[in-house]
């Protein structure tokens, strides 16, 4: 199998491609029909992982690779959601420290160089 | 042939075999040294873009000033219609035709057919190029209206900054790519690794990193343009 490389048949890599076709037309669609909210948001992170997830199993392969290889190389990425999770409580703090101290944008002087 | 030695003993699958393959006291991972280099890299590379998109994320979440709607901010007028988003539309799909042609590229190799894998390899690499070239365009037409790092008429300093890091950086990637699959499609069509056994596991190689380039673009889509 891996020794002879990864040869698989056609067919499945016009499907993908075809799909990615689709699905990256809906997710145009969710911008161009000015989607809002939550249903926005939740059809904007699906149409994402969906494409991702074909791109990196069937694309790249990855679906016919030994669980030792996609261990180590999907499992770090997960690490990301922690930093995600940081990152944005640190954010919404400095917007609440900024409104604070500083009131409405609108009052805020311009200062163009920090 | 190391490939061979490293999977003699590859039979075990699930977890069993994943003990298996760290335990065997040899190659780990039964992919050509190449392949696992190159996806140690890309996962390198993941925790970058990962980076800037946090950032970004996080600047946008920080800023009292509203953040300018990427819908109206790249929308184009064509033929007298203002149609939103429409640039990026077409280069996402550009670059989803690309991965295809990159993919067939990658088979045609196994198949050892080079005049093939060198024509689809040259097709990725001319669209990946026409990428480039909208996204220059894109940026001439952004800082003609005066977006820049350090702020921008429509609204929030910051957008100018993530901007252009985050689309800077992914060109320079596409960039890079057309360079490199360029380098490997001719050496395909010369016969370069006919001398070396015939192996066409680095046109593989070569669609791992378009194929990310490509992920890459899914996921700024994704935030940057739609969020």
């Known amino acids: ?114 | 042939m190391s490939e061979a030695v490293a999977n003699d003993a590859m039979e075990a699958g699930g977890t069993e075999g994943v003990v298996d393959d760290w335990s065997r006291d040899k190659q780990v991972f039964g992919v050509p040294w190449g392949k696992a280099m190159m996806w140690i890299f890309l996962l390198s590379d993941t925790f970058i873009f990962s980076c800037f998109l946090v950032g970004y994320m996080s600047v946008r979440i920080a800023t009292t000033d509203p953040w300018p709607l990427p819908s109206e901010v790249f929308a184009l007028t064509i033929f007298g219609h203002s149609i939103p988003l429409v640039l990026i539309a077409i280069m996402t799909f550009i670059l989803i035709t690309s991965s295809g042609t990159m993919a067939l590229a990658v088979n045609m190799g196994y198949r050892k057919d080079r005049n093939k894998t060198f024509w689809l390899m040259v097709a990725t690499a001319v669209l990946g190029a026409s990428f480039v070239g909208m996204q220059a365009f894109e940026w001439t037409k952004l800082i003609s209206e005066g977006v820049r790092p350090w702020g921008n008429p429509f609204g929030a300093a910051q957008f100018g900054s993530s901007f252009f890091m985050i689309t800077g950086f992914h060109g320079l990637h596409v960039s890079a790519g057309v360079i490199y699959l360029l380098i490997i499609a001719f050496r395909v069509k010369n016969g370069f690794y006919e001398k070396r056994g015939g192996n066409y596991e680095i046109v593989e190689i070569a669609g791992l990193y378009w194929h990310f380039v490509d992920l890459v673009w899914v996921f700024i889509f994704a935030f940057f343009y739609l969020w």
Do not use: C, N
């Open chain 1, 1 to 114: 199998m891996a020794a002879e490389g990864q040869q698989h048949p056609l067919k499945v890599y016009y499907l993908v491609w075809l799909l990615l076709f689709v699905v990256s037309f809906f997710s145009y669609m969710v911008d161009y029909l000015h989607l809002q909210g939550t249903l926005r948001w939740t059809l904007i992170l699906v149409f994402m992982f969906v494409k991702a997830g074909f791109i990196v199993a069937i694309f790249m392969h990855m679906q016919w690779e030994r669980l030792a290889l996609k261990i180590a190389i999907l499992g770090p990425p997960v690490a990301i959601l922690v930093l995600i999770w940081l990152m944005s409580l640190e954010g919404i703090y400095i917007e609440d420290t900024r409104l604070e101290y500083y009131g409405d944008s609108t009052m805020e002087p311009e200062t163009p160089h920090h």
